[in-house]
């Protein structure tokens, strides 16, 4: 059924951005580095790679560099259209052809490098490859202001590996157990409510079960015990 969704919204949002999508497509053809697109191979379901799409923001040997994968706020790496973009997402919407093609889904976890997957537990790793990845979903949407939480700290890939994966593992874990159409559409509507209101607290009301974050990131995450 979740298929069917996800072909039906891939579809009639592909349709309905043809007019920012193509506009966008135009303006990175001829600024920056010239490059359209950023396609780069992630893990998806049953741990298979697969070719990622999206809108070009960043320098084209931005994985070489210093950060690797892990990117952080006003990251040198990011090109200066790509700074809007990011915040506004729209470098994501690429991301609707892979759901189209069977790659992603709408909604799943977040759909990450290999080395970025691996700073995950064997467990929780098992658990994310029984589904597909997605456009948004529970850590993505917890997790949404993660460049800004890591540029906080004085180590940020260290930070990443041993204090935000396993937090956000945790979260990919409980919607791997707990997915259905509910929440499904729930998460549609809480990823939509937060681009209008990025400071919502909205998350935690809709997912009252999720696990707590420890309280190192329950202030960056808009989290009350």
């Not at 919204?9 to 999508?21: D, K, Q, R, Y």
């Not at 509507?189 to 009252?208: E, G, H, N, Q, Y």
């Amino acid at each position: 059924m979740q298929r069917v969704f996800d072909i039906f919204f891939s579809a009639l949002s592909l349709l309905l951005l043809s007019p920012l999508l193509i506009p966008v497509a135009i303006f990175l053809k001829n600024t920056g580095e010239g490059e359209i697109f950023y396609c780069q191979n992630r893990v998806g379901k049953h741990g298979k790679l697969f070719r990622l799409y999206k809108f070009s923001t960043m320098l084209k040997n931005s994985p070489n560099m210093k950060a690797g994968t892990v990117t952080i706020k006003d990251d040198p790496r990011i090109l200066p259209s790509g700074k809007f973009f990011r915040k506004t997402k729209i470098n994501e919407l690429p991301q609707l052809l892979n759901i189209f093609l069977g790659d992603m889904s709408v909604i799943g976890p977040r759909p990450l490098t290999e080395q970025t997957f691996n700073s995950y537990s064997l467990e929780v790793q098992k658990a994310v490859e029984k589904v597909k990845p997605g456009l948004s979903g529970i850590g993505s949407i917890v997790f949404r202001n993660e460049e800004d939480i890591l540029c906080c700290d004085v180590s940020p890939i260290d930070f990443y590996k041993n204090v935000i994966a396993p937090y956000k593992g945790a979260l990919e874990q409980w919607y791997v157990q707990n997915q259905s159409v509910k929440i499904y559409f729930t998460a549609i509507f809480v990823t939509a409510w937060l681009i209008i209101s990025p400071k919502s607290t909205v998350v935690w009301r809709a997912f009252p079960q999720l696990p707590a974050p420890p309280r190192s990131l329950a202030g960056s995450l808009n989290y009350q015990f």
